[in-house]
């Protein structure tokens, strides 16, 4: 009978999070996790069979808890713009799992609607509540989503780099005069969803 783990999945996945949160996605190694844990880097990969796939189970982890500060959003009025709130929230609180999740490129050119999909649970809970709150259709909500959600990531980044910094009030602000500005030009039917370019498409070009 094999020797029984230290160390549960579950228990070297919180650690490793925690690693990650405080220190960033670099530090994530088996030799850092181990001293985390209080032991050899031996029981990991007991566990799992590679750190790549620790790294996985550490990004959906810190995905996890993003979702837990965007669903705060459903129990205020109006929820989208809560939702914004959070997202800046989350980037505050926790710079290193928003640059985990937002802010890593692998390379390649894509268009926002791939890059960021709309088939994701937050995104489809953005536009259920911009359609819901301000009687947008399925196409309205989506351009509205689209531009509002650019600029509160970029914000987003601003915070988890530390380049910036602002207040609650500064936040609220920000966030309200853009979206009243996106929302007027959506309902005016001045802005339309953007045609991709055909070269973000082209896995072929240089």
Not at 54 to 62: F, K
Not at 73 to 94: D, R, S, Y
Not at 161 to 181: K, R, W
């Amino acid at each position: 009978m094999p020797p029984k783990p230290k160390h549960t999945r579950e228990q070297i996945i919180a650690a490793a999070l925690e690693l990650v949160s405080e220190k960033g996605m670099e530090t994530l190694t088996a030799r850092e996790l181990g001293a985390r844990l209080g032991t050899s880097a031996r029981p990991i990969f007991t566990a799992f069979k590679n750190m790549e796939e620790v790294q996985q189970e550490v990004i959906a982890a810190a995905a996890k808890r993003f979702q837990s500060y965007a669903q705060r959003a459903v129990h205020f009025t109006p929820a989208f713009k809560q939702l914004g709130m959070q997202v800046l929230l989350f980037a505050a609180e926790e710079p290193k799992l928003y640059q985990l999740l937002f802010m890593r490129g692998d390379g390649t050119r894509r268009s926002f609607d791939q890059a960021f999909s709309f088939e994701d649970s937050m995104s489809v809970a953005g536009m259920q509540m911009l359609q819901k709150d301000y009687g947008l259709s399925a196409e309205e909500a989506a351009v509205l989503f689209r531009h509002v959600w650019i600029f509160t990531f970029g914000l987003g980044a601003l915070c988890a780099t530390g380049v910036c910094c602002f207040s609650d009030e500064e936040i609220n602000d920000l966030l309200g005069q853009n979206f009243m500005a996106m929302l007027a030009r959506v309902q005016s039917g001045d802005i339309r969803k953007p045609t991709v370019h055909p070269q973000l498409n082209d896995t072929d070009s240089d």
